[in-house]
């Protein structure tokens, strides 16, 4: 009745630690260097040698903004707790941590705020930020609750025993129907509403009802956050945001109960909001991060006066926000956003996926041990939970969304160039992969096995040719490899160029070989194309990135693998490679 509802709204970075660093910096976690859960990026970009007193935090993410706006400041929040992100609370004038890391229920977390709301009665303009938990694993709404959905028919059945028997069977990993509350079934005495494993329909059935459950507590509990506004006479004065940091999976990609995918329903999150003298009671259409709301506010309040202080606190502004006000969105509840987003995921998965017009495309660098396959697609418009992959029928479109996915890499990496040069996700999977799969492989192996779930073991490709001296060297020929420098693709006579005059290599081509008219080097400078040449590796799988970078000592090569064929090699070239 009093807000704009905005319907395509995603967190740029998920889940929860990487998606609050880029809700309050108003930048993409592959800037802030903020994208897992543990490992070094886990923590904010240090800003280096040019940092004053204060930091980023302390001057420019969305608390710190208000603050310059001239509003006192305040989080009720156990977050900086929970993830040692004490940077998220920069820029609060007061932060209220009820001390149990993000298991205290929301019936402990209102009461502080309806006592601040008390407090500074009185205060002229303020900014109040309150967090509640009770929609994350484990659910755990208290008990004197009930079971209100017990009875309620499901808004959408479209899980079946059929799709659930698949998941059970091809979907493993943490989180999975097996292993629901991360990599085994161990119920939690202190969690008594928690699944930990989901065998049937009955079970997903029970599932679903305690998610709703911990929503529709949350509800209860705002709703005392409500009365109380309107007790004071401040309520339609108020502006008032309603979000979340993710999603959550139930069943969707094979996960349960879990934030653990770059997919629409991890990313896909809820936003409403009331800000007086603008629109109500409108739904709104256009994609959004949750990173564009830092812009959208400073873009409502009219502007914030510029950060103006003594050097030795710091300088002035040197970064650039990537968020986008959408603040004519709340004011007339106009469609409007961007063209496409790129989304990410790090802590459970490295994943990054592009949400364009109906579709979701993901793909996937390390998978998290849950076997998903590198590139998806899905219609969410009309497969919303992402059952039916269209990878392969419709590679036009995932050919769009990989040039999108570049483009956005190359442009962010590009206008972070000077800072730093590590795209963040990378450095994850070179620390050994996500966080929340880091180390449990072995043991996780050993439980797949213990509970029947082995399918078989991959062995490497054998070599195609024989290892014997004596018959390599009665079955395969001798062997001539001229390799000109510089030579262009189009300077011989019969691969179309008139000019040419190559009549040994032309009679050659026609007569005794294969001519490749489509052949192309990795690298076109000499050493990392000869060093790919000669290794069949790119050039930057073992660092041959310039003319400097030659073969090491120990490397595998062509030159290696004929002489241990049984061949006589000899060079006659300018080295290039040693």
Same mark, same amino acid.
């Given at each position: 009745?009093?807000?704009?509802?905005?319907?395509?709204?995603?967190?740029?970075?998920?889940?929860?630690?990487?998606?609050r660093?880029?809700?309050?910096?108003?930048r993409?976690?592959?800037?802030?260097?903020?994208?897992?859960?543990?490992?070094?990026?886990?923590?904010?970009?240090?800003?280096?040698?040019?940092?004053?007193?204060?930091?980023?935090?302390?001057?420019?993410?969305?608390?710190?903004?208000?603050?310059?706006?001239?509003?006192?400041t305040?989080?009720?929040?156990?977050?900086?707790?929970?993830?040692?992100?004490?940077?998220?609370?920069?820029?609060?004038?007061?932060?209220?941590?009820?001390?149990?890391?993000?298991?205290?229920?929301?019936?402990?977390?209102?009461?502080?705020?309806?006592?601040?709301?008390?407090?500074?009665?009185?205060?002229?303009?303020?900014?109040?930020h309150?967090?509640?938990?009770?929609?994350?694993?484990?659910?755990?709404?208290?008990?004197?609750?009930?079971?209100?959905?017990?009875?309620?028919?499901?808004?959408?059945?479209?899980?079946?025993?059929?799709?659930?028997?698949?998941?059970?069977?091809?979907?493993?990993?943490?989180?999975?129907?097996?292993?629901?509350?991360?990599?085994?079934?161990?119920?939690?005495?202190?969690?008594?509403?928690?699944?930990?494993?989901?065998?049937?329909?009955?079970?997903?059935?029970?599932?679903?009802?305690e998610y709703?459950?911990?929503?529709?507590?949350?509800?209860?509990?705002?709703?005392?956050?409500?009365?109380?506004?309107?007790?004071?006479?401040?309520?339609?004065?108020?502006?008032?945001?309603?979000?979340?940091?993710h999603? $959550?999976?139930?069943?969707?990609?094979?996960? %349960?109960? !879990? /934030?653990?995918? #770059? =997919?629409?329903?991890?990313?896909? +999150?809820?936003?409403?909001?009331?800000?007086?003298?603008?629109?109500?009671?409108?739904?709104?259409?256009?994609?959004?991060?949750?990173?564009?709301?830092?812009?959208?506010?400073?873009?409502?309040?009219?502007?914030?006066?510029?950060?103006?202080?003594?050097?030795?606190?710091?300088?002035?502004?040197?970064?650039?926000?990537?968020?986008?006000?959408?603040?004519?969105?709340?004011?007339?509840?106009?469609?409007?956003?961007?063209?496409?987003?790129v989304?990410?995921?790090?802590?459970?998965?490295?994943?990054?996926?592009?949400?364009?017009?109906?579709?979701?495309?993901?793909?996937?660098?390390?998978?998290?041990?849950?076997?998903?396959?590198?590139?998806e697609?899905?219609?969410?418009?009309?497969?919303?939970?992402?059952?039916?992959?269209?990878?392969?029928?419709?590679? $036009?479109?995932?050919?769009?969304?990989?040039? %999108?996915? !570049? /483009?956005?890499? #190359? =442009?962010?990496?590009?206008?972070? +160039?000077?800072?730093?040069?590590?795209?963040?996700?990378?450095?994850?999977?070179?620390?050994?992969?996500?966080?929340?799969?880091?180390?449990?492989?072995?043991?996780?192996?050993?439980?797949?096995?213990d509970?029947?779930?082995?399918?078989?073991?991959v062995?490497?490709?054998?070599?195609?040719?024989?290892?014997?001296?004596?018959?390599?060297?009665?079955?395969?020929?001798?062997?001539?490899?001229?390799?000109?420098?510089?030579?262009?693709?189009?300077?011989?006579?019969?691969?179309?160029?008139?000019?040419?005059?190559t009549?040994n290599?032309?009679?050659?081509a026609?007569?005794?070989?294969?001519?490749?008219?489509?052949?192309?080097?990795?690298?076109?400078?000499?050493?990392?194309?000869?060093?790919s040449?000669?290794?069949?590796?790119?050039?930057?799988?073992?660092?041959?990135?310039?003319?400097s970078h030659?073969?090491?000592?120990?490397?595998?090569?062509?030159?290696?693998?004929?002489?241990?064929?049984?061949?006589?090699?000899?060079?006659?070239?300018?080295?290039?490679?040693?």
């Open positions: 009745e009093d807000s704009v509802r905005f319907t395509d709204v995603y967190c740029s970075d998920a889940p929860c630690l990487p998606s660093a880029a809700l309050m910096t108003g993409f976690g592959i800037h802030t260097g903020c994208v897992g859960h543990g490992g070094v990026n886990a923590e904010m970009r240090w800003e280096g040698r040019n940092r004053g007193m204060a930091d980023f935090n302390g001057r420019y993410n969305l608390p710190a903004v208000l603050r310059r706006a001239g509003m006192k305040a989080s009720i929040s156990s977050f900086p707790d929970r993830h040692a992100a004490w940077w998220f609370n920069g820029g609060f004038d007061e932060t209220y941590n009820i001390g149990k890391r993000g298991l205290e229920p929301a019936h402990e977390v209102i009461p502080v705020a309806l006592d601040w709301l008390d407090r500074k009665r009185d205060t002229k303009d303020w900014f109040l309150v967090h509640v938990w009770d929609p994350h694993i484990p659910y755990r709404t208290p008990t004197e609750y009930g079971e209100p959905f017990k009875d309620a028919p499901l808004p959408d059945p479209w899980m079946t025993q059929e799709i659930l028997d698949k998941h059970r069977a091809t979907k493993p990993g943490g989180h999975s129907a097996c292993e629901v509350t991360g990599y085994d079934n161990k119920p939690n005495p202190a969690t008594p509403r928690q699944p930990v494993e989901i065998k049937n329909t009955d079970d997903f059935r029970h599932m679903i009802d709703d459950t911990g929503i529709w507590y949350a509800d209860k509990q705002l709703g005392l956050l409500f009365d109380k506004l309107r007790e004071q006479g401040i309520y339609d004065d108020m502006a008032i945001i309603i979000s979340s940091d999603g $959550e999976d139930l069943g969707e990609m094979g996960s %349960y109960c !879990e /934030h653990g995918e #770059a =997919d629409y329903i991890t990313t896909h +999150i809820p936003l409403i909001i009331k800000w007086p003298g603008c629109a109500k009671n409108i739904v709104s259409h256009g994609f959004h991060y949750n990173l564009d709301l830092l812009p959208t506010l400073v873009d409502l309040l009219g502007g914030v006066p510029p950060f103006t202080c003594n050097p030795v606190v710091g300088n002035p502004n040197p970064v650039v926000y990537d968020g986008e006000s959408y603040a004519d969105c709340v004011r007339t509840g106009q469609d409007g956003g961007r063209d496409h987003l989304v990410s995921q790090c802590a459970h998965v490295c994943q990054r996926s592009v949400r364009f017009g109906d579709y979701m495309y993901i793909r996937t660098y390390h998978d998290g041990y849950h076997l998903t396959p590198g590139e697609l899905f219609n969410v418009k009309e497969d919303p939970h992402e059952i039916h992959d269209l990878a392969e029928e419709k590679p $036009e479109l995932c050919w769009r969304a990989a040039w %999108y996915l !570049e /483009h956005w890499v #190359a =442009d962010n990496m590009l206008s972070n +160039i000077y800072n730093y040069h590590e795209d963040p996700l990378w450095n994850v999977i070179a620390e050994g992969g996500p966080f929340h799969c880091r180390g449990y492989l072995k043991d996780y192996c050993k439980r797949l096995e509970t029947g779930r082995r399918t078989g073991r062995n490497p490709t054998p070599r195609a040719w024989p290892r014997n001296k004596e018959v390599c060297m009665a079955k395969q020929p001798h062997i001539i490899i001229f390799n000109p420098d510089e030579m262009r693709g189009d300077a011989l006579a019969h691969l179309g160029n008139p000019a040419s005059i009549p290599l032309d009679a050659f026609a007569n005794e070989a294969v001519s490749f008219g489509q052949a192309y080097c990795q690298n076109p400078v000499c050493v990392p194309s000869r060093c040449f000669f290794t069949g590796l790119y050039p930057h799988v073992r660092g041959h990135r310039t003319m030659l073969l090491r000592p120990g490397e595998t090569s062509m030159l290696k693998e004929l002489k241990e064929a049984g061949y006589y090699v000899w060079m006659n070239d300018r080295n290039d490679l040693t």
